[in-house]
């Protein structure tokens, strides 16, 4: 009986000496982790949204400081009623020429920003400030830092995620707007010569494209309004919204959409995936070690 004892308390030992070592292999891992690889992460973060930030404000070639301008065409492959050409340097819409064929007279109406005016895209902005938000929070935390434990790491990996996702979020989903929002918008007083009372337009960003969208409207006389229901906040009204707008009352008609791929948002877009998924790769290889020693505080 006592030698049965001696033999369990001998394997407990072995046990516990195993156990010790394996968590001695697993300390000296996690510290390297922390030491080593944590670092080449913040790096290759650091490489990477710099470059989405060069994206933001690409310099013309030889003009040092000197945005480069870049000319879209809008179109549609299926109808022809508006057409334009726009002129993007970094944030700013710096030119806008609008050809609008209008739907009873096939009449062409021609528009244009005036000299003295560019449109700043709030998208383009702040998702560039996001993105230079996520850069100092990486950069206050350079070479010689150490990181004592896997929350602290954690904790960066999720603000730096959180203004990613602000960024992307700022592309992916254009603002909503109502009717007499954007009726009252700075856009209107854009163009020479100015635009129709029964005209609007609006831009915006989704993913990577730029969009141009214009509604016609017709006014609503006093004896149709009975039925009048004022439309709500969105990013595209569809025909038959009704709102109200200096005491007249109007309907969308007709509504059309045309947009181009602007590449370099493309590219910003990629850059925000492949950043976001290595900062949850780090925060996953932080996780099977947290599991490991649960009174660590990881």
Known sequence: MLGAERSTLSEL????????????????????LLKEEV???????????????????????????????ENFILGSSTMDQVKGVLMLQGEALTQADINIKVAKSSQV??????DDKQWKLQQIQDARNHVNQALQ??????????????????????AVMLQLTRARNRLTTPASMTLPELAASGLMKMFTPPMPGDV?????????????TLYQLHVLQPNT?????????????????????????????????????????????VFFTISLQLCQQLKDKISVFSSFWNYRPF
């Open 13 to 32: 030992a072995k046990m516990t000496a195993a156990s010790q070592a394996e968590r001695t292999v697993l300390e000296e891992e996690f510290n390297w």
């Open 39 to 69: 670092h080449a992460v913040l790096k290759q973060l650091q490489d990477i949204l710099k470059e989405a930030s060069r994206r933001f404000s690409m310099p013309s070639p030889g003009l040092e400081g000197q945005l480069k301008q």
């Open 109 to 114: 109406m021609h528009f244009a920003f005036r």
């Open 137 to 158: 929070l990486l950069s206050s935390h350079d070479q010689s830092y150490h990181f004592k434990t896997g929350a602290e790491v954690n904790k960066l990996m999720d």
């Open 200 to 212: 609007m337009v609006n831009f915006y960003i989704n993913l990577s494209k730029l969009c141009l």
């Open 225 to 269: 309004t009975k039925n009048f229901k004022s439309a709500g906040s969105s990013v595209l009204h569809n025909p038959g919204a009704m709102f109200e707008y200096n005491n007249t009352k109007f309907e969308v008609s007709h509504i059309h959409k045309v947009e181009c791929v602007v590449p370099w948002l493309n590219d910003t877009l």
